[in-house]
């Protein structure tokens, strides 16, 4: 119930196309949905969150489709440019104030990307 | 405000010796988080704290690791007796109080420990 899983593991694209990763979830009670960004030695970065009250959240070239039903999201890189090459992780919480496991985030197994010049 | 500051970036063990991992929160945050990142794997969740409390440890492994986030100073992992099996990226993860509404905040990670057993 608490697992996330992540799709594809890894993924090319061209300078200039749109990249789009695919996270499933089990457990209905997450209700915060965050992408990180980890380049090679060093931390993940968060990128873009989402809560399950919108269906798509967008911030400059990154955005996240949220369907609450299938318990699915996607992010979606438009424009994609060779800086962007990277590892992408989904990721789940729940945050809601009662009881003592919110906060914790549960990982999808990441999405290698590549861009092409 | 500098940012999550962990040491040692990386950090050499033999089997069956002691390895001490070191986080430093953000400014002004109460809350930290460890995660563990195997090779070509996701993050998995470790232990929650806040300030001389353990709020969640349900993803550390019951014998040889332990935590703290004491008054003052930094929050420690530790792990005794190293396998090599406990080979992995260590992540650290903070985050502010929560809001007066007691909404939620966003986990901001440091650069993490690699640790090597040899």
């Known amino acids: 119930q608490q697992q996330v899983k992540q799709s594809p593991q890894s993924l090319i694209v061209q300078k200039g196309g749109i990249s789009i990763i695919n996270c499933a979830y089990e457990n209905t009670a997450f209700d915060y949905f965050p992408w990180y960004q980890q380049f090679p030695g060093k931390g993940p970065a968060l990128l873009i969150a989402i809560r399950p009250d919108v269906s798509e959240k967008k911030e400059g070239r990154f955005t996240i489709s949220f369907n609450k039903s299938a318990k699915q999201f996607s992010l979606h890189i438009m424009d994609s440019q060779p800086g962007d090459s990277a590892t992408y992780f989904c990721?789940?919480?729940?945050?809601?104030?009662?009881?003592?496991?919110?906060?914790?985030?549960?990982f999808g197994q990441g999405t290698i990307l590549t861009v092409h010049p | 405000n500098a940012g999550v500051m962990q040491n040692p970036r990386h950090l050499v063990r033999r089997r069956g010796q002691e390895a001490r991992l070191r986080c430093s929160p953000m400014?002004?945050?109460?809350?930290v988080y460890w995660y563990r990142q195997l090779p070509e794997e996701g993050l998995k969740f470790m232990v929650y704290?806040?300030?001389?409390?353990?709020?969640?440890e349900s993803g550390m492994p019951k014998e040889r690791f332990s935590a703290e986030f004491p008054k003052e100073g930094p929050s420690i992992l530790r792990i005794q007796q190293v396998v090599r099996g406990d080979s992995a990226a260590y992540f650290c993860?903070?985050?502010?109080?929560?809001?007066?509404?007691?909404?939620?905040?966003?986990?901001?990670f440091g650069p993490g420990t690699r640790l090597t057993v040899l």
């Open positions: 990721a789940a919480s729940r945050t809601n104030a009662g009881g003592t496991s919110y906060g914790k985030l549960t």
């Open positions: 400014k002004g945050h109460s809350h």
């Open positions: 993860a903070s985050s502010p109080s929560r809001g007066a509404r007691g909404e939620y905040n966003e986990q901001f």
């Open positions: 704290l806040q300030k001389e409390n353990i709020i969640d």
